[in-house]
């Protein structure tokens, strides 16, 4: 049966019980009814594995004990039960090995962000993808949102004028405390050179902030002076990062990826200014996006609205005044991510609105950046 | 096997393509891998039955042209591939026939509220439940978000001391104009008494807020002096209510239930006070709860976190600062009925939190003595 | 020298040092270099009177023993000394008797809300005022934001087309416990039947309410049914009311005052619908005025910006951006009153955009509704 | 008669008619009755200022035609009617002339920010004022807000435990368009290098969020990695800054001051964060202190309330929830400059709690190291 007319199949690596992000993917991937999971490596412990297969009601032949198992079953399974596209969910150190199989086997990709360990690997990951043809999708899951897309549409109308300056933040302060040396697992290898690469804070939610920036404005960053730092004795990676930055057309503009900010949850807030006024949105209030005409009233943009760009009012899943959230932002990335693998089935060349493969290597180019401009105390430093 | 070792089956009784309420049923029931949609009697129209079924990519031979083939078809199907429970969608007016049907073949319901047309129906449906000993959910969405959790447990233990105040309101504006008479669906059957029963705005969003307010302080309200009016000429129901409230133990409080607050969107809030504090709760930001001890700091409690009520902060399914919204909320209540039904496989006589048959009787009557207070002058009322 | 070409010289009753309302009098009137302080009551205590001068830097000859002892020998003074105005900042039941002795000597008056301490006594100091042709103002203060007066102009301009709500609320929470029986000094007299008269909270704050609704929409409240009450045992007077109301023309609205709302401080909310929009203002940000046109994107209108109407934008001493609050919105009736005092020495007949005596008489009846309906279990009740 | 027992006389230079700041310390100079106006040289033109003199109702004898003829003429007049005090609001370049033959003259001044056209003026500012002995304000009008201060007190006490990170932000849009070039007041000599020195916006309002991060945390910026930038063509100074910051102990942070964010009006914002919490002010709700402590709710402080430090919530003229803002945090430095002058009468070296010639100094030299930082492609630059 051609995938147009049935669920896609998918499996995943990693996301055993307990991870964080992978039943946010598990969440994501079913909630529109497009998809189903089927398959699952999601432990390099098999008990573990098995126990979260049962958990999610999978037959047990369709957990595997290494994601090669996987990898390899699968695609020796018929056409009506082969799983179409895998999930990578596991820390950044083991991205690229498994996404790199999985495209030659011809298995579509969703990777976690940031897309790998370091820029070779993900330079690795982008040859792999234009020699398959498939589709790697990279869960920068903010563009997902509504209101961001409603953000970029208005710039790319010209409504802001001509832009000036871009500020973006992402304060975090879960790292505040030496959590790794208490064994959270989330800190533990977010903090660890040797699993998460070169990037600290810079990695984690850096990469968010400036994928953020740049697609929302259709700009890119040209160079960055920035200031890395670990504010904890014996701590590896940095878990605290600022820097100006430089844009294309003369744009300026700072971001600030933090991770130690005490008492903040996961505010990411993203500023654009033109010479016909402002635009404001906050992970704080996702559903709204405000409008700062110059010399005008604000204006609250809502979700769902009839006023907005029908592509924009048309993502609602309810109608004005009733919230959607992070999951529904995930899941709008899992959407284009089902018609893109649809078009590809029909051999359309679609270009589907979606982090890849370019903006996975893109955010490795924008860590090492930071990282080296840190290095040469603030240095202004290309995105090479 | 055993519906401890597999996903629920769900059927669907309205929810064509095109109606509001339906998807979100069928997101909020898919969402946490619980359950799965796999039978449908759409629409009276069997030709846009059969294109939602398709839409949904469910069995053509379980998409049927009426509620009644699809009970009986069901019931006749083995245990292993008959649906567990059924959703009912449908207006008003549809909603106890199907469930009364339902229930006498031994499915689970999940209707829509308010539960019935009039209190009489929705007697005869707790007398089918009771008979049935099958587990009858009614959407009272508003309580299944995780913050209005917090606040009635924060209230059961007592935080707020002695409760005095309960305000609770409902503005919404999308009745403004005269929608029903340019052929808009949703509002067609709603300002239409042959199908939404003796209450307006009042059935549809009023018995929301005086279900929260009685979820949330355990509190029922005694009696009421209602104001109700339709602001549009033809209108043959209220879009507007208010009305003072008397609670139990003395304590009194008001409520505003209106659809032509024009701009308003869909933003309930409750307020509740005692001799201790006040919490308050907003749908403008369901992810936050304010807590107002007298004469101390206000404090902002938000979802997620470990400083909550272990049992609430386990309903998040994202960390803190990544915002759920209405469809988790509507998610929360089927897990809660997903719960309910595979205790009672078990022969466990479980008393989820779900708003059950009780509580649509409840908001029937409190329909009923809000139309027949505003109809003698305002004149206090027993919800009898 | 004529007062054109000087300041203003004003005498205050009560206000004595540690009072409330006296020092926020003395701020508003001396705040735009219009008038100033020169002699004073301050106190029945002759001695915290004296001192009340020192403070103030009063010549001691022009500090009183009394405030008949004011009005006699201010009045005796020579044209080019002599206190043009008084204000009278006394608790309500020491309104009346000052307010009539000096607009009979020809001295212009601004007396705190309520207007008195019953409505005969209002009555009758409306008869001094038509009697002495002298300006009387009442501290409605709120009327006195400059948003508010945008708020009235936007809807006298026919901007939210017919009006058909109206919701205002005032939630005070200092009142949650007896401080008057700890002495408290401003609850005390609050309190007390025979200070405060009929009404508590629909006195102190209610007035208010009622006030800056009509105000704002030019709408007359015709009826009203209360729910009064008193929270603490032994309390003699309501700390806590609420109405459902009907307005002129058909439009209906709610309205509560509460001094028992555990955790709240002043916030009180104004909201008007018609069938083209809304608009909100809240004494939590009285510097933003919502605008919430049907259909479209909220505005935000901010004060002293060049898009609101001249004659509120002018009303800023500061540039947008920079909060203006409660004193300068209590200096915008002073500055209303001393100009309508500079007209009346013209003898022009102005009218000047300040709450007048009528203004006060009908506060006095609200109160009294209220007291009446309440007492009949809620019946709609005239403001007579 | 001594000061302690009259008011503060107050002359002023600049401020004529139609000028923005001079009336904000009219205002502030008499709002709580310590102090009066009695003198001015309010403009290079003579006309402008006797017009000026008499809306003000002053002694025509006491307006003067140039500063100098004020300094020499009010010097000359007897104790009892000499003025004590000047406060000059004219552009930079003017300041510290005036403000220098002020202070040999014996009078003390406030003088607004930044405080003179340079770094070398500013040194001679300090040797006058330390020869003369008198009091000398600047007016930083933001360290005035009582929740500052109430913000530096709980990091004094160390609540927020080591400190980590500052970020400080001033947003305006005000120079969006090239008002200068239609004439626009303000604008002019504010992007005249010629009047205001080497720095636009950095010295406008960069000045003001340095001198703010400073003050509430304790901590001297020690070095500036600077971006600044004119985005008018022909416009000679930036108009726009950004800066990555190294404060004392290790502590890091950003800046942006800039006047081209569109649609922004005046919303400074301090953010600091120890290890053990964070504490977040913003002017957009000047009256409100966000305190953020690690893993616990968020608290919002709100001024005036009896749960703050005793200094500061005795700092309110209004009871919890009546708002207060610019005015009054200006007056408050008014307050402290008077309480600095009785106390200087009386020989008590005071350290008077108001921005002195030394913050001066330091917000020049701060102009300073940015310009040279931003000029050297941002290479850290001491504040030297």
């Known amino acids: 049966m051609s995938i147009s007319n049935r669920k896609i199949r998918l499996g995943m690596i990693g996301g055993g019980s307990g991870a964080f992000i992978g039943a946010v993917h598990r969440i994501a991937g ?32 369709r957990v595997y004990a290494t994601y090669s198992d996987m990898i390899q ?43 790998a360990f370091s820029v070779e690997e993900a330079i690795q990951m982008q040859k792999a993808v234009e020699k398959s043809g498939c589709i790697l999708g990279v ?5 997902g949102y509504p209101m961001i897309k409603e953000m970029k549409l208005r710039i790319s109308r010209g409504e802001l ?5 871009i500020f973006v933040e992402y304060p975090q302060g879960w790292l505040t405390l030496p959590l790794e040396m208490e064994g959270q697992k989330q800190a533990s290898w ?39 730092k670990s504010h904890i004795v014996g701590r590896l990676l940095d878990d605290d990062s600022a820097a100006l930055l430089r844009f294309e057309k003369g744009v300026t503009g700072s971001l600030i990826a933090t991770q130690v900010a005490a008492g ?18 906050s992970h704080g209030d996702p559903n709204t996006l405000l409008w700062k005409p110059l010399d005008q009233p604000m204006q609250v943009l809502r979700a769902s609205n009839g ?38 089935e029909k051999g359309i060349g679609s270009v589907p609105d979606l982090p890849n493969v370019l903006d996975g290597v893109r955010g490795m180019k924008f860590i090492d950046a930071m990282v080296r401009s840190s290095a040469s105390e603030g240095k202004w430093t290309l995105i090479a």
Chains 1, 2, 3, 4 share one sequence.
Do not use: C
Not at 31 to 58: H, I, N, R
């Open 30 to 61: 079913r909630m529109d009814g497009q998809a189903e999971w089927v398959a699952g490596a999601f432990s390099s412990d098999p008990q573990k594995s098995k126990k979260t297969g049962e958990e999610l009601y999978l037959d047990p032949s």
């Open 161 to 165: 004028g001509d832009i000036r300056k």
């Open 307 to 344: 006023y907005l760009s029908k592509a924009v009012s048309s993502l609602g899943r309810t109608p004005p005044g009733h919230p959607e959230g992070f999951l529904e932002a995930f899941a709008n990335l899992y959407m284009a991510f089902f018609n893109a693998i649809r078009a590809h």
């Open 190 to 228: 977010r903090t660890d050179p040797s699993k998460s690469g070169a990037g600290g804070a810079v990695g984690d939610i850096g990469t968010h902030a400036a994928h953020l920036a740049e697609y929302v404005t259709g700009l890119k960053i040209l160079e960055l002076s920035a200031q890395l």
């Open 73 to 115: 079953s699968e695609s020796n399974l018929p056409d009506s039960e082969r799983i179409d596209a895998i999930a990578i969910v596991t820390p950044n150190h083991l991205h690229a090995a498994p996404a790199i199989e999985a495209l030659e086997r011809g298995f579509h990709v969703m990777v976690d962000k940031p897309m």
């Open 264 to 281: 903040e949850e996961n505010t990411m807030k993203l500023r654009v200014y033109g010479d016909l006024g402002g635009l404001e949105w």
């Open 139 to 143: 869960t920068h899951t903010y563009s």
